[in-house]
């Protein structure tokens, strides 16, 4: 009897933690080899959508969708098992008309959110979208507080200056690393990383040693920066972490097309699935302001650790 018993509560034990290990990426089978459009109709629409990421506790998704010339982030949460409606979110204040809030990157009790965006106080109603997109942007943090994501603020001048700052990711221990072309005895954009120090302060920045001679730049890294992610906006290439050195980048394989630029590149929150997006700029323009499609791609993160 107890035998049976104790069976039967093994079984239910079993059964509930593959329940609760399952996920669900908005009803979509799961690609493998072959990158798939994430969620079509759902994220990827007709619009220009970039940079999809998820919180740690895979409790809620994030991404940047171009409405009305802004880059607008874009949230759904899941609820009992279910994703909620998915709806923008308000980093600003109410009389900012034309915004820019992209690249989200989310610490990992998922109450602070990182991203890119451009200094309010350099829009008016006027602002073309081009115009808007040769603003030096810089990185801004918005806290979530009650279950709401609240209006976002710079982060204080050691990370966010008067120079170009971009693609910001957040570790596990709270540390960023991002790109910036602020002076240095190493001239152009280079990497920084930011130590984490608490109480929403970082210890001065620091460049981070490039992973080969070619300087390439880094736009993702693991949470716990075993592996980091560079591209050129023509290709992806991963490093990884021996010893404290970045080894030798190895091209992703991926079926790259001309005339798309490819960059934004995560993880899944479990690590199984490989995130990207790309765009495609009209072959006369340059920029933002030429860009026609944008979609974000998911494939299995075999492509990327199979190069190890």
Same mark, same amino acid.
């Given at each position: 009897?107890?035998? +049976? ?13 593959? +329940? ?13 080899? +072959?990158? /798939? ?5 759902? !994220?990827?629409?007709? %619009? +220009? *959508? ?17 409405? &009305?010339?802004?880059? !607008? ?11 909620? @409606? ?14 820019? @809030?992209?690249? #989200? ?19 008016? &109603?006027?602002?073309?979208?081009? *115009? ?19 209006? @976002? ?16 990711? !957040? ?33 001065? #920045? /620091? ?14 890294? %693991? #949470?716990?920066?075993?592996? @980091? ?5 023509? /290709? ?21 097309? /001309? ?17 990207? %997006? ?5 072959? *006369? ?17 075999? !492509? ?5």
């Amino acid at each position: 009897m107890y035998k +049976i018993v104790s069976i039967i509560l093994i079984s239910g034990l079993l059964t509930s933690c593959s +329940i609760k290990k399952s996920v669900s990426y908005f009803d979509q089978e799961p690609p493998i080899t +072959i990158p /798939k459009l994430f969620a079509p109709s759902i !994220v990827n629409t007709e %619009s +220009i *959508e970039l940079n999809i990421v998820f919180n740690h506790d895979y409790t809620e998704m994030f991404f940047s969708r171009i409405v &009305n010339n802004s880059f !607008v982030i874009h949230h759904s949460e899941r609820i009992d098992g279910e994703w909620s @409606a998915i709806k923008p979110l308000k980093m600003y204040p109410d009389n900012v008309l034309f915004s820019v @809030a992209c690249d #989200p990157t989310i610490t990992k009790d998922g109450k602070t959110m990182y991203f890119l965006g451009v200094d309010p106080k350099h829009y008016n &109603n006027d602002i073309t979208r081009q *115009e808007l997109y040769a603003i030096p942007p810089d990185i801004y943090r918005s806290k979530k507080v009650n279950g709401k994501w609240q209006l @976002a603020s710079k982060v204080d001048f050691s990370v966010s200056t008067e120079s170009y700052e971009t693609y910001p990711v !957040v570790t596990a221990d709270g540390s960023l690393y991002f790109r910036s072309n602020r002076p240095s005895n190493k001239r152009g954009m280079n990497t920084y990383r930011a130590q984490y120090i608490g109480n929403g302060a970082f210890e001065t #920045p /620091k460049i981070v040693e490039p992973t080969s001679e070619k300087n390439e730049l880094i736009v993702y890294v %693991s #949470p716990n920066e075993a592996y @980091a992610i560079t591209n050129d906006q023509s /290709k992806f290439q991963i490093t990884f972490n021996e010893n404290g050195k970045w080894t030798k980048p190895k091209e992703i394989p991926l079926d790259y097309e /001309k005339n798309w630029k490819y960059y934004c590149p995560y993880m899944s929150s479990g690590g199984k699935y490989f995130i990207y %997006s790309r765009r495609y700029n009209h072959p *006369e323009k340059k920029g933002w302001a030429g860009v026609e499609k944008g979609e974000v791609y998911w494939v299995s993160a075999e !492509v990327l650790f199979d190069l190890k």
